[in-house]
């Protein structure tokens, strides 16, 4: 979202930075590529590293069909920490956890020193309870909508302005490339959070379980950047669009768009039309349209060419991006798998 610089009357914005006022258009590119590319082979690593250590764990091949020689390490461990009083205590003595994590984590509340209420400590074991009952693409979404919180109450603190406006606002006058990323965590009012907090829980989690916590995170985190760039690139058309500007819009659009191509016949409502469930299909390329006749006719109030970018980009990525990367998870799991080889053989 574009944003005044005379939006707050205790503190005027100027812009700073190592470009001295000029836009540069080479930086935020290569920065932007390396970003990229570095993001999707660090989440690809992790998801191969993740999928081994399942192939690996006892209770990923014995945990839906019970373990036939007696309990499990993990199960053992579960019930000896479940039947500490203090955990008895605090949760009852039948309470049902869904792994040795939630169990653990359970331990260490009910341990908390004394001096913490007991109420506050059932009120941490309840949040516990419902955390460790998401899926891990819900547990994703959830994260990112806390970090957006955390930077939105950072905004709030007066002191910190000019610190916010350094970090977590992108203006292509700075020369900062960085911010392209950091921005799309930032929201100076309540309502821009909001509703970019309501589209990532509602699109979000869905698309996150459809293609891994890991796929998931590279996609937000770049469809951010790309989106934040595609504005700034474009940028030195206009004079009117070399403003700052923030948001998580673009990255939320991209998993709109994903989710449109991933569940094409669902519904959703409208906040101004909340009981006409409309079609994705539908709603979507008509939200896109907008913002391409806000981006052809300069309209500034909101960021039309981070929002198309982001839309757009999450279609092709459910089109031709998800393939790619299961091309790179086989090339890393091979590589993976021969270095293996090599080193049993050095042995």
């Not at 955990?87 to 020193?113: D, E, F, N």
């Not at 460790?132 to 950072?154: D, F, P």
């Not at 569940?263 to 959703?268: A, E, F, M, T």
């Amino acid at each position: 979202m574009a944003i005044s610089e005379a939006e707050d009357s205790q503190w005027e914005y100027r812009p700073d930075g190592p470009s001295g006022g000029q836009v540069l258009l080479l930086r935020p590119i290569i920065w932007t590529a390396v970003f990229t590319t570095g993001v999707y082979y660090l989440c690809t690593e992790s998801f191969v590293k993740h999928r081994e250590q399942l192939r690996k764990s006892s209770h990923y091949f014995f945990g839906r069909f019970g373990n036939l020689y007696g309990a499990s390490t993990d199960d053992s461990q579960i019930a000896d920490l479940m039947s500490d009083p203090k955990v008895q205590s605090l949760v009852g003595w039948s309470h049902a956890v869904t792994g040795l994590s939630h169990a653990k984590t359970l331990s260490r509340i009910a341990r908390l020193p004394d001096w913490v209420p007991f109420e506050v400590k059932r009120t941490v074991a309840a949040f516990a309870d419902r955390w460790h009952t998401l899926s891990r693409g819900q547990r994703c979404v959830y994260t990112i909508a806390a970090l957006n919180a955390v930077v939105l109450g950072m905004w709030q603190i007066p002191r910190l302005l000019p610190f916010m406006a350094r970090t977590f606002m992108h203006d292509p006058r700075t020369g900062r490339s960085y911010t392209l990323l950091t921005s799309s965590f930032s929201h100076r009012e309540v309502w821009h959070f909001a509703f970019n907090t309501i589209g990532l829980v509602s699109f979000g989690s869905t698309v996150a379980n459809a293609m891994s916590v890991e796929q998931f995170t590279a996609f937000y985190l770049s469809a951010g950047a790309i989106s934040g760039l595609a504005s700034h690139l474009l940028s030195p058309l206009r004079a009117a669009l070399i403003i700052p500007s923030l948001g998580a819009s673009g990255a939320v659009y991209a998993v709109v768009g994903a989710s449109m191509m991933l569940n094409p016949d669902s519904k959703i409502a409208l906040i101004f039309l909340p009981f006409v469930p409309i079609a994705i299909s539908h709603a979507f390329p008509a939200l896109l349209a907008y913002d391409f006749l806000g981006a052809v006719l300069g309209w500034q109030k909101f960021g039309h060419v981070a929002h198309l970018t982001g839309g757009l980009l999450g279609i092709a990525y459910v089109k031709w991006g998800m393939k790619q990367w299961a091309q790179l998870v086989r090339s890393i799991e091979a590589r993976r798998a021969k270095c293996s080889k090599q080193n049993s053989i050095g042995r």
